[in-house]
């Protein structure tokens, strides 16, 4: 039975796309709490929750994204910020400078 929530241009898209590049898709897409604080500010901050461990982290960050390459191609490059609390990457940002993390309490927690 058909999926009737994918749109033509969708299923078209996934037709055109090597398997390897929509199952990175996917794994873009999986769901993430983050909110954004002061944005209209010289320093922003974000709370997310860890990708890993979902450990509620506060991080102020500053500046533009910095574009460089990625396989040859121009790229915005992603700074990685490290999780206090199981010390994998919690997620990436895509701005000039990371300026501090602070682990709290997630507010998504129930
Ligand atoms: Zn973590």
Redesign the pocket.
Same mark, same amino acid.
């Given at each position: 039975m058909a999926d009737t929530s994918v749109n033509p241009e969708q299923a078209y898209k996934s037709q055109k796309a090597s398997k390897p590049h929509t199952q990175k898709l996917e794994s873009a897409e999986r769901f993430q709490h983050i909110k954004f604080l002061d944005c209209d500010k010289p320093v922003s901050r974000i709370i997310f929750e =860890?990708?890993? $461990?979902?450990?509620g982290?506060i991080c102020e960050y500053t500046g533009e994204p910095v574009i460089g390459e990625y396989k040859g191609r121009p790229s915005i490059i992603q700074i990685p910020v490290q =999780?206090?609390? $199981?010390?994998?990457t919690?997620i990436k940002l895509n701005t000039g400078e990371v300026l501090s993390k602070t682990a709290i309490p997630s507010p998504w927690e129930q």
């Open positions: =860890c990708w890993h $461990c979902f450990q982290i =999780c206090p609390n $199981c010390e994998k919690a």
